[in-house]
């Protein structure tokens, strides 16, 4: 099936024998043990991250019928056996470190590196770079995969297109590189609707659902889509350290999940025409959109992905422009947070990246006068409107390069 067809049908298998039409919601927190012997059976498999066989959820934490809907809904979108909900985007990656863990817990082996291909999420890589989950970080540009991987090395990290500079990686050659070493890939940019790293060997596509799977700015979830074996250890993690997905919030991204493909193809066409006309504005520096023409040179568009994705980044001369504009915008909103029905702004080097070591943003081209721009589903004249208002004025940037190729790390 496609993906329109099975982003409407997913996870409602049950729907007709429940009797119902649309995703029913159970708050419970605990459950009534009416068959004692099918629960303890039922409380062991959920122990070591399988699902209720014998109908005993037993414990909100350990299970709950909507969320794994929701959760099979959105494996069948990424290709996958399966996936586990989270509270959010970071406690999916932290969820993700914890299944690493327990993997060489049943192999008896340390492996206590990671491998992180920059740029990625400004939460990722504080987080990462915090030292807080146990972990040394190589980190690396995307060709220096295979040099950085080690015999202690439990993983590598990688987001393409890569929040916030939209650069591209090769999900086939790293995966190449690793060598066997488990490759995660942050898909919130994509969307299973533009990309399935599984396809492409990597081990976990991640998401943060409050972007575009939730997609109307009232969620914060997340998940990671996987195999079987690491699915019940995502589990596993999730009931021990606790960072599941509320029922409520696994309703909202249900019903959010019909128009996903929708939502983002408009969002996309929206995002690729406001990302020609900046291109083409004086005031700006240049635009990165890999779908610009010269900013995939190895066409993992086509390839790779379906289409350039729905954020794009315009440069502006520095700071205080992107002030300027940012105070100027009346429709856009200036929000961090993305891939929602509204038009988001947003300043990387002052927000979502304010924590990122300042070498690494000059490094990676998040410059202080760099706007992240998320296409909602707004009209594009409109927003065209708002934004050519919002740059009237300004002086014309130097050394502009505004249609050209996107930045590439020296
Ligand atoms: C927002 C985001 C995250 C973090 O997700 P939360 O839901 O905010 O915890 C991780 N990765 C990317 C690419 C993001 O944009």
Not at 231 to 260: D, E, I, K, N, Y
Not at 358 to 385: F, K, N, Q, T
Request: aromatic share 6%.
């Amino acid at each position: 099936m496609r993906i329109e067809t099975s982003s409407v049908h997913g996870g409602r298998d049950e729907f007709a024998e429940l009797g119902v039409h649309a995703p029913p919601v159970d708050l419970s927190s605990t459950y009534p043990l009416t068959d004692l012997a099918a629960a303890a059976e039922d409380f062991d498999r959920m122990a070591a991250g399988g699902r209720p066989q014998r109908g005993q959820a037993i414990y909100g934490r350990l299970h709950n019928p909507g969320v794994a809907r929701w959760e099979d809904a959105l494996a069948r979108l990424e290709g996958a056996a399966g996936a586990v909900a989270f509270a959010s985007g970071m406690a999916a990656i932290h969820a993700v470190a914890l299944a690493l863990r327990l993997r060489d817990l049943e192999e008896g082996r340390s492996r206590d590196r990671l491998v992180a291909v920059r740029p990625l999420y400004g939460g990722t890589d504080h987080l990462l770079a915090s030292g807080l989950l146990g972990y040394e970080v190589d980190w690396a540009e995307e060709d220096e995969v295979a040099a950085k991987i080690g015999p202690r090395t439990a993983a590598v990290l990688v987001e393409t297109p890569a929040n916030p500079t939209l650069a591209l990686a090769d999900l086939a050659a790293i995966v190449g590189q690793a060598g066997g070493v488990p490759v995660a890939v942050d898909n919130t940019f994509a969307t299973p609707v533009l990309q399935n790293p599984l396809a492409l060997g990597a081990a976990f596509s991640i998401h943060s659902a409050t972007k575009f799977l939730g997609g109307h700015g009232d969620v914060i979830a997340g998940a990671v889509a996987a195999d079987e074996r690491w699915c019940a250890r995502l589990r596993q993690a999730r009931v021990l350290a606790g960072g599941l997905l509320h029922p409520w919030a696994a309703f909202l991204l249900h019903r959010s999940l019909p128009t996903l493909p929708l939502r983002v193809e408009r969002a996309q066409e929206t995002a690729g025409e406001l990302a020609r006309r900046f291109a083409a504005h004086p005031a700006v520096i240049r635009v990165l959109y890999p779908g610009l023409p010269g900013q995939d040179p190895r066409g993992l568009i086509g390839e790779q992905m379906r289409g350039p994705g729905a954020v794009l980044a315009v440069e502006l001369a520095d700071a205080a422009a992107a002030a300027a504009v940012c105070e100027r915008l009346r429709l856009a909103t200036v929000a961090v947070s993305l891939g929602g029905a509204e038009t988001l702004v947003q300043s990387p080097a002052a927000f979502t990246h304010r924590l990122v070591e300042e070498p690494a943003r000059a490094r990676h081209g998040i410059a202080p006068g760099l706007l992240r721009v998320s296409a909602g589903l707004e009209h594009v004249e409109d927003l065209w409107a708002d934004f050519a208002r919002a740059l009237e004025d300004l002086p014309a940037a130097r050394g502009r390069n505004g249609s050209g190729a996107g930045f590439r790390a020296a």
